[in-house]
């Protein structure tokens, strides 16, 4: 089964489904295909916006620990593209010159939260979804990427939530700015970012890619200058022994199956 799933719809919307269970966690395959599905979504002129889903009752919990440890054991070349990839993808999906929604169909975690938050126009349903940073509880770094994105999306909200790292529910991520608007179905969910993408597609498609590259360039000319040595101490961090125990321990209670620690 494919790690993410697409599907035209009527109106030039092109719909993209997470669908990696349990939980849509990001590992190296599943970030390289939304990437690649970003990109073809740009060059195919029958598109005009995308949406973006999670299969199952959750958008996603995050990266897939896991496997990122066995990339940072392999080293060198498997984990420098490991790493890449993380920030390549909120950077495709932030800077999609086509409108982009987010339908969050549960919880969004870490970089499922960061990838939620790179879409133009984001759609959350009514429950007990969790969504917010809380990579600090559990060892983990923030590139100069996320730093931005979450700048540019949050403001004066990033700096508590990141520090904070206590997850909030769908009220408080309306009032926070991390969502547009609430559903009380999946169904109804769905729909309604279907509605908007049709609706911001339909507009002249220059004039959209340049008001958005406008807006974003001020963030992603900041996130893409990331100096070296930042970029090592973050990547640093990801092979912290202390730190890859953390998370391995985290995307553990997020699956709900005996952690490997050792």
């Not at 740009?42 to 598109?47: I, K, T």
């Not at 896991?66 to 790493?83: H, K, L, N, T, W």
């Not at 999609?96 to 349903?125: N, Q, S, W």
Request: aromatic letters at 8%; hydrophobic letters at 45%; glycine letters at 8%.
């Amino acid at each position: 089964m494919p790690v993410l799933l697409t599907a035209d719809l009527e109106g030039g919307v092109r719909l993209l489904t997470l669908n990696r269970p349990k939980s849509n966690a990001f590992n190296l395959e599943l970030m390289q295909a939304v990437s690649a599905a970003v990109k073809d979504a740009e060059r195919d002129a029958g598109v005009r916006a995308l949406v973006l889903r999670g299969a199952g009752p959750v958008f996603s919990a995050g990266l897939d620990f896991e496997a990122m440890a066995r990339a940072q054991a392999q080293g060198g070349q498997e984990f420098d593209e490991f790493y890449q990839s993380i920030g390549q993808v909120f950077i495709d999906l932030w800077t999609c010159p086509k409108p982009t929604v987010a339908a969050v169909t549960g919880h969004a975690i870490a970089a499922g939260f960061f990838a939620m938050l790179a879409c133009d126009f984001r759609y959350v349903i009514e429950g007990s979804g969790r969504y917010g940073m809380n990579e600090l509880a559990f060892g983990g770094g923030f590139s100069k990427i996320v730093i931005e994105l979450g700048r540019y999306r949050l403001q004066r909200h990033m700096a508590p939530m990141i520090q904070g790292t206590e997850l909030i529910g769908w009220q408080e991520g309306l009032r926070t700015g991390c969502f547009n608007a609430s559903h009380s179905s999946e169904e109804a969910l769905l729909a309604a970012a279907t509605v908007q993408a049709k609706k911001i597609g339909a507009m002249p498609q220059a004039a959209y890619a340049h008001v958005k590259a406008q807006l974003v360039a001020p963030y992603v000319d900041l996130a893409l200058a990331d100096a070296d040595e930042n970029r090592r101490r973050s990547a640093a961090i990801f092979s912290d022994e202390e730190s890859l125990r953390a998370m391995t321990l985290q995307m553990a209670q997020v699956l709900k199956v005996p952690a490997r620690t050792s």
